[in-house]
């Protein structure tokens, strides 16, 4: 099972990256993370529904200094990847 995130805000410059790479490794997570020009970071995580529900909810607050203003949510089919990078 996998989900295609796009979150809005102020998540870069933030350590939101770090932050959302850290938080799938330890659910256990595997995808990718990256920032986009229009200011928005897109992620792709895949794992267990309940792992990522709590990953969704992660998201929708990041990390300390960002402001998470909307998380587009698109659940899709996995692409069974083996790591969690960031790009």
Known sequence: MGVHLVVSGRVQGVWFRAGTREQALQLGLCG?????????????????????????????????AAQVTNVDIEWISSKYLNTFEIH
């Open 32 to 64: 990718w993370v990256k920032n986009c020009p229009d200011g928005t970071v897109e992620i792709h995580a895949e794992g267990g529904k309940e792992a990522l529900e709590h990953f969704i909810s992660w998201c929708g607050k990041g990390p300390p």
